[in-house]
T-cell receptor
Framework: DAGVIQSPRHEVTEMGQEVTLRCKPI?????LFWYRQTMMRGLELLIY????????DSGMPEDRFSAKMPNASFSTLKIQPSEPRDSAVYFC??????????????FGPGTRLTVL | SQQGEEDPQALSIQEGENATMNCSYK?????LQWYRQNSGRGLVHLIL?????REKHSGRLRVTLDTSKKSSSLLITASRAADTASYFC???????????FGTGTRLLVSP
């Protein structure tokens, strides 16, 4: 398996522009997570999906952020309009809940977003 | 908000020495996991310990869990330069599938 795939790996954009980050989870996994990592705030969970349904989006910072998972093999995180404070590394992770209720998350390589 | 707090925040040792990192958390858990993050990469799962376990080994890794103190430790024995990375503990949010990650310990192993 190729693991979790994210694109683009790097994105540089100007303030006010729309940014779309993409993720392909590991085949067979039933949960998908979007994280943001910065030096100041560490690793933050933004939203997660279970069986393509958003379960918890309490970490989404504001209405400028939205996420979708139209099918089991694809998800997007969109920021519109983007602001310099959105600059961070965004990770996607996927997992499958085992029989004992244990979840090991597999992370993608991340998208480094810079908003000028 | 992050539930886990690791200490130390940073640790610098020589190759061959042991490295110990600690994690404290706040609420009841089903299990606790440790992850490693190399610079510029995503996190990689290292080991999981269940709440009814006290110690677990995997290669050069040894994890302990004390649920009464709500703490865990990760010991890396005979460290190598390749162990240089940040290490995070993660606890499950009981009843949910999400993990709550700690603040991480940055480990530097010098040759």
């Amino acid at each position: 398996d190729a693991g979790v795939i994210q694109s683009p790996r790097h994105e540089v954009t100007e303030m006010g522009q729309e940014v779309t980050l993409r993720c392909k989870p590991i085949s067979g996994h039933n949960s998908l997570f979007w994280y943001r990592q910065t030096m100041m705030r560490g690793l933050e969970l933004l939203i997660y999906f279970n069986n393509n349904v958003p379960i918890d989006d309490s970490g989404m910072p504001e209405d400028r952020f939205s996420a979708k998972m139209p099918n089991a093999s694809f998800s997007t995180l969109k920021i519109q309009p983007s602001e310099p404070r959105d600059s961070a590394v965004y990770f996607c992770a996927s997992s499958f809940r085992g029989a004992k209720g244990e979840d090991t998350q597999y992370f993608g390589p991340g998208t480094r977003l810079t908003v000028l | 908000s992050q539930q886990g707090e690791e200490d130390p925040q940073a640790l610098s040792i020589q190759e061959g020495e042991n490295a110990t990192m600690n994690c404290s958390y706040k609420t009841s858990i089903n299990n606790l996991q440790w992850y490693r993050q190399n610079s510029g990469r995503g996190l990689v799962h290292l080991i999981l310990i269940r709440s009814n376990e006290r110690e677990k080994h995997s290669g050069r890794l040894r994890v302990t869990l004390d649920t009464s103190k709500k703490s865990s430790s990760l010991l890396i024995t005979a460290s190598r330069a390749a162990d240089t990375a940040s290490y995070f503990c993660a606890t499950d949010d009981t009843g949910f599938q999400k993990l709550v990650f700690g603040t991480g310990t940055r480990l530097l192993v010098s040759p």
